[in-house]
């Protein structure tokens, strides 16, 4: 099972940038598809970026396209989210995850366990 701990979120101005990182521990990272989910306050938690195993494929939520980017560093068992042009409606905590499946299904995968998660806020 991976263990994983979020962190990189904090409080940036509209069309700032921060990149989040998701640290995986266990011998399984390397060979999970892994996503980015994010939840603002009084929201559904919703699916933002996923990547597979190798990294050679990505997804995206219409809502995050052309500005976020997802990666990985198997080397490093950490996957990442950049995001660039934030916006207010970006606002949320968000969280990561994986599992053996394929990347193009994480958008509908559920989820028994999630981590803390990190805190974006951008303002105005």
């Known amino acids: 099972q991976v263990q994983l701990v979020e962190s990189g979120g904090g409080l940036v101005q509209a069309g700032g940038s921060l990149r989040l990182s998701c640290a995986a521990s266990g011998r399984t990272f390397s060979s999970y598809a892994m996503g980015w989910f994010r939840q603002a306050p009084g929201k559904e938690r919703e699916f933002v970026a996923a990547?597979?195993?190798?990294?050679?494929?990505?997804v995206y939520a219409d809502s995050v396209k052309g500005r976020f980017t997802i990666s990985r560093d198997n080397a490093k068992n950490t996957v990442y989210l950049q995001m660039n042009s934030l916006k207010p409606e970006d606002t949320a905590v968000y969280y990561c995850?994986?599992?053996?499946?394929?990347?193009?299904?994480?958008?509908?995968?559920?989820?028994?366990?999630w981590g803390q998660g990190t805190q974006v806020t951008v303002s105005s």
């Open positions: 995850n994986g599992n053996s499946g394929y990347a193009r299904a994480m958008a509908t995968t559920k989820f028994g366990s």
């Open positions: 990547i597979s195993w190798s990294g050679s494929i990505t």
